[in-house]
């Protein structure tokens, strides 16, 4: 029995690749899961004060933000949920388009009892961020969009085919050609990261926001819709960002009214990965200035 018992915790399973990036984060981190309906939303709980919710990206899902939370829940309340279609969450057949994420996350938040939120935003994260300012202004306190779909971004040849490969073919080798695109230096990403990904894509219903979705979370978002967010925003932009170019931020930076644009050198696609420290001195200053 003891044997077994040794063997089970070495075995690679989906859920023990996330569990060690949940262990990875330091302090008191709780998962949890709430039905709306009849979908399921698995999400991470960590820390007390004004709520922040970090919405990842088109990806492994919660724990994408394993490198933030800590520094983050010493002075807010975390909730980072796995996006319905991603993660441990339900991936039922769905539009999977803005507006469906939009309509998810005001039901998430209102099943949680919060009237009122930071919402963080990354990659395609950032485009559902985006969209939920605009229909629920008032749920939003302050808005913080990193390396942000939705604004227009037209990704070339080699980091396409890259996303494509790896939502189609999940494996270990269209992992290391994709991250060299979503990365500066994919060595700064946790290997386990990597391993709960493919595993989250080649589990039931995985690939269905990839393929049901077909693009439209991260289409532009017209200018006009744009101009009307009025939540005080954080725009944060890895400048070696090889999937959505750093001038996509700097144009985003013009058009929000209140938006302010932090770069962040040596940093891709995930700056939360490359330049954690820095990435985390920059969210938590944000959101903590009056």
Do not use: C
């Amino acid at each position: 029995m003891k044997i077994i018992s040794i063997f089970n915790l070495k075995k690679k399973t989906k859920e023990n690749y996330r569990q060690l990036l949940i262990d990875k984060i330091e302090g008191v981190v709780e998962q949890k899961e709430v039905t709306i309906g009849t979908l399921k939303t698995t999400y991470l709980l960590s820390g007390n004060g004004k709520p922040v919710i970090l919405l990842h990206g088109a990806g492994a899902g919660a724990v994408t933000w394993y490198p933030s939370i800590n520094t983050i829940s010493k002075n807010f309340q975390v909730i980072a949920p796995d996006i319905v279609g991603y993660g441990e969450s339900d991936k039922p057949d769905a539009p999977y388009n803005r507006p469906y994420f939009s309509n998810w996350l005001k039901d998430f938040m209102k099943e949680l009892g919060i009237s009122k939120a930071h919402i963080v935003g990354l990659s395609q994260g950032g485009a559902i961020a985006l969209q939920f300012a605009i229909d629920n202004a008032a749920m939003v306190d302050k808005l913080v969009v990193v390396d942000a779909a939705g604004l227009g971004a037209k990704v070339s040849f080699w980091p396409l085919l890259g996303t494509i490969w790896m939502n189609s073919f999940p494996s270990a080798m269209a992992n290391r050609f994709n991250s060299r695109y979503i990365l500066h230096k994919p060595v700064n990403r946790d290997p386990n990261h990597s391993s709960y990904s493919i595993a989250v894509l080649k589990y039931k219903g995985g690939q269905n926001a990839f393929k049901q979705g077909r693009g439209t979370a991260v289409s532009k978002i017209p200018e006009e819709a744009l101009k009307q967010i009025k939540n005080e925003t954080l725009i944060i932009w890895g400048k070696e960002d090889q999937l959505f170019p750093v001038a996509y931020g700097e144009a985003a930076a013009q058009i929000i009214p209140k938006a302010k644009l932090n770069i962040i050198q040596e940093a891709g696609h995930l700056p939360l990965m490359d330049q954690p420290e820095l990435f985390n001195t920059i969210l938590e200053d944000f959101l903590k200035s009056e």
